[in-house]
């Protein structure tokens, strides 16, 4: 009877840390830089960790959107493996259609037009197991420095293509 009391004892305390263990996608280590580096980084649900930078203007992106956007990526080390910095040919993607990574479609989301935001990527918002060698490593947590440059909005179904008005009911 004692034993059963304290081994329930201990699941009960242990669940508040394993439920923790579950919900964060950061390996122990990535979180210790992570805290430590960007304190202030806001969490999502997702497990993704984000810092605006500089708010930007009007009605945040939305999926369907096309986007022009500068940005540099690296891995938490520091070490860049991507970049698109010349405003004269910003990188161009359709939010919200699987073109670009997890931590994207979901970051850039949180965007409005002239905004400028850190993005903190788990690896499986990102890369995941496989990476992408040689630039970026298995598992690894990405850092992003996204500017949304442009939003031009997703056009509304032609009449065409639009599904029929509900009928009314009498």
């Not at 304290?6 to 840390?17: N, S």
């Not at 499986?124 to 031009?152: C, H, M, W």
Request: one cysteine or more; glycine letters at 8%; hydrophobic letters at 40%.
């Amino acid at each position: 009877m004692y034993l059963s009391r304290l081994f329930l004892c201990a699941v009960v305390l242990a669940a508040p840390l394993a439920l923790h263990a579950q919900l964060e996608k950061l390996p122990p280590e990535d979180l210790e830089i992570v805290q430590k580096q960007w304190p202030q980084a806001k969490k999502i649900s997702t497990g993704l960790r984000y810092i605006m930078l500089k708010e930007g203007e009007g009605e945040p992106a939305k999926p369907g959107d096309l986007l022009s956007v500068l940005y540099r990526g690296a891995i938490l080390s520091g070490k860049v493996f991507d970049e698109s910095e010349d405003p004269s040919q910003p990188f161009m993607v359709r939010l919200g259609r699987g073109l670009v990574i997890q931590g994207w479609d979901q970051g850039l989301q949180l965007m409005k037009r002239g905004g400028k935001m850190l993005l903190i990527i788990p690896s499986e918002l990102g890369y995941g197991t496989r990476g992408s060698p040689p630039q970026i490593p298995r598992n690894a947590t990405l850092v992003f420095e996204i500017d949304l440059l442009d939003i031009k909005r997703a056009e509304p179904l032609s009449p065409a293509l639009a599904p029929p008005p509900e009928k009314k009911k009498k």
